[in-house]
């Protein structure tokens, strides 16, 4: 179940960040799109883009919202567009999943994805990525 949860959540960050990034070419990732907000200031730090993705630049990184309101969240951890138990869970929270995973189960089912390569691990046991981020 566990498993399943963060495919879902995965599926919706490759999803969501892929119709972001649709609108906005010039940008590789959301570091990109972090430095046209806080240093260049050709973006606001919350908006809505062309392709109808809204998203809000904080703290460590961006949290993005589809159509369908589906959030999902990434920090800039070393580098890398990552994410958590806690950005897993809300992402959870909001689906309307029926049982409420505990930070260990999605831990324990990000580590087995990132055994698989379906994750990338950023720092054991806490931080995940998708592969190609």
Excluded: K
């Excluded at 960050?13 to 892929?18: A, T, V």
């Excluded at 919202?65 to 800039?76: A, I, P, W, Y």
């Amino acid at each position: 179940m566990a498993i399943d949860a963060v495919r879902r959540y995965a599926a919706a960050l490759r999803h969501i960040r892929s119709r972001l990034f649709d609108a906005y070419p010039e940008f590789r990732d959301i570091r990109d799109l972090m430095t046209a907000v806080r240093h260049t200031r050709t973006l606001p730090r919350e908006g809505t883009s062309s392709t109808g993705v809204e998203y809000s630049i904080h703290g460590a990184g961006c949290r993005m919202t589809d159509e369908q309101g589906r959030e999902v969240d990434v920090d800039l951890v070393d580098g890398v567009e990552a994410f958590d138990a806690w950005r897993i869970g809300f992402f959870l929270d909001d689906e309307g999943s029926d049982a409420r995973l505990s930070d260990e189960e999605l831990f324990a089912a990000c580590a087995h994805l990132a055994g698989t390569g379906e994750l990338a691990e950023v720092r054991p046991g806490r931080w995940y990525a998708l592969p190609e981020a």
